[in-house]
C-alpha cells in the first residue's frame, strides 16, 4: 500500500491525541473537543471518530499523540475549526463535512 505524502495544511498548532481509527483505520473524525492544553506544545485538541466505545478510550494503545497536521492531512474538514477557543465540543453534522457545536 502507498504512503500518501503529508502535506503541510496546518503550521505549528503542536501535538493533539487522536483514537488511532483515524490514523490507522482512515476513520474521518465525528467528534472533536478543545481542552485547555497540557504544556506548551499542546493544542488542546482531541480527536475522536466518534464511533469508540468507552472501553476502546480506556485503553491507551488506541490513542496516539500526534501532531493536528497529521489529523488534518487524513480529515481536511477538521481545518475550519482549528482556532477556536478551548472548551469548545464540536460533532460532525452526518453526511457532510461540516461539524456543529455541541
Known sequence: MEMKKMESLVIGMGFCYATKRIVENKEKVGYMYR?????????????FTGTESQEY?????????????????????????????FG???????????????
Request: aromatic fraction near 14%.
Open 57 to 85: 478510550v480506556n485503553n491507551p494503545d488506541n490513542i496516539g499523540i500526534y501532531d493536528v497536521n497529521t489529523i488534518a492531512n487524513y480529515d481536511c474538514s477538521i481545518i475550519p475549526y482549528l482556532n477556536s477557543s
Open 88 to 102: 469548545v465540543e464540536f460533532e460532525r453534522v452526518l453526511e457532510s463535512n461540516t461539524f456543529k457545536r455541541i
Open 35 to 47: 481542552e485547555i492544553p497540557e504544556d506548551f506544545n499542546d493544542s488542546g485538541w482531541r480527536f
